[in-house]
């Protein structure tokens, strides 16, 4: 992606509001997102609330970098298909609220619950968090780290297909 050039270009209609840019860089959203996490991971660990001890450390900085990359290759090709803020903004946290919803603790959710969930990759993200942080434990961590590398990768895929279509129309 590092060829990709940026256009800052922002088209607009009068009618329909202002456009997304016809093309971005994912490295810029990957960046702002991991480090939002990092700052938060930071931020909780001054105040006592989140303790990884030693090398649990570099699994939960894993964690957060995977699930940042998903999500801004998710944000990229929703944003090119769509090229519209409004709708891009209201799915996005329509989305969201859902997904971190079915993400969260799920140990007293009926069963048919817990079961979708199981298909939702910031379920990994958050067990790989919850060990490395609370637990100092590595339990499942290579299953988690696979799901969100899978995930990552057909995010960011699915990103350029979305914007290389959108600069090609």
Known sequence: MSGVRVFHTVSTNEKFGPRLPHSQNHQPNFLITFALGVAVLLVGALLGWTQPQGIYWLSTLLAIALVALMSSG??????????????????????SIYLFFLAGVLAFAPDWLQDIAGFIPLTYGRHALEMAMFYSSSDLLGRDILVLTASALVAVALGALAMRRGIAS
């Open 74 to 95: 998710l944000g990229v090709a929703l944003g090119a298909a769509l090229q519209r803020m409004q709708p891009v903004i209201a799915i996005a946290n329509s989305g």
